[in-house]
């Protein structure tokens, strides 16, 4: 069976998983949302580099039509989700908000494009978004996302390979507001159901 076949029990197994989940598990009680964010960056840092922790083939199969959510892990005991996404070249998302959770993203193979948004000024579902700095993340670089700061793209803007990055979410993200560019600055927001591949 392939590993990414057990997604609908989010507890795929793969070669240092424990190790993985024990580094997040203690990252995720040490006090408010900074103080655990930070914690889980120095975390996955870590685990990125680690050589015992190998994530399933599956990640490294991306998808022709847009990029791919797995979800490797759900926490029975804390209620975080871990999703490993695969960006084939030139896949990104549009801006979007993680729904008010709070997020640590980290690069674990390729390199990514990070923007993130300031919102200046809100008129109904019209947002005026300002670019507010971007990064080229490599891999073992992480960042983390606390709301209202939590507006961004992310891009793989390489010609030809592939990107991972793996995302814990503070509970399992089903949803989001993404934002369309209308005029100028300006973004109108639709809502978006956010779902989960398997691999083929």
């Known amino acids: 069976m392939n590993a990414c076949s057990e997604l609908e029990f989010h507890n ?3 070669r240092g998983r424990d190790k993985l ?6 990252a995720v009680v040490a006090g408010d949302e900074h103080a655990v964010t930070s914690a889980l960056r120095n975390a996955l840092c870590r685990m990125i580099k680690d050589r015992d922790v190998q994530l399933p083939d599956c990640v490294h199969e991306p998808i022709v039509d847009h990029y791919a959510r797995r979800e490797l892990y759900r926490s029975p005991q804390h209620g975080y989700s871990v999703v490993a996404m695969t960006w084939g070249p030139g896949q990104g998302t549009p801006v979007h908000d993680h729904s008010g959770l709070w997020c640590v993203e980290g690069v ?3 390199e990514l494009e990070i923007t993130q948004f300031e919102l200046l000024e809100r008129d109904g579902e019209r947002f005026h978004f300002r670019a507010a ?9 992480a960042g983390s996302l606390i709301p209202p700061h ?4 992310i891009r793989n803007t390489s010609p030809d390979q ?6 814990i979410y503070k509970a399992p993200m089903e949803c989001c507001s993404k934002f369309v560019p209308a005029k100028g600055e300006w973004f109108v927001r639709e809502n978006a159901t956010l779902a989960t591949d398997e691999a083929a």
């Open 150 to 153: 939590e507006y961004h793209t």
């Open 21 to 26: 989940v024990a580094a997040i598990d203690e």
């Open 133 to 141: 700095g971007g990064m080229h993340a490599g891999p073992g670089s």
């Open 12 to 14: 795929v197994d793969f």
């Open 162 to 167: 592939v990107a991972i990055s793996l995302h």
């Open 108 to 110: 674990w193979d390729g």
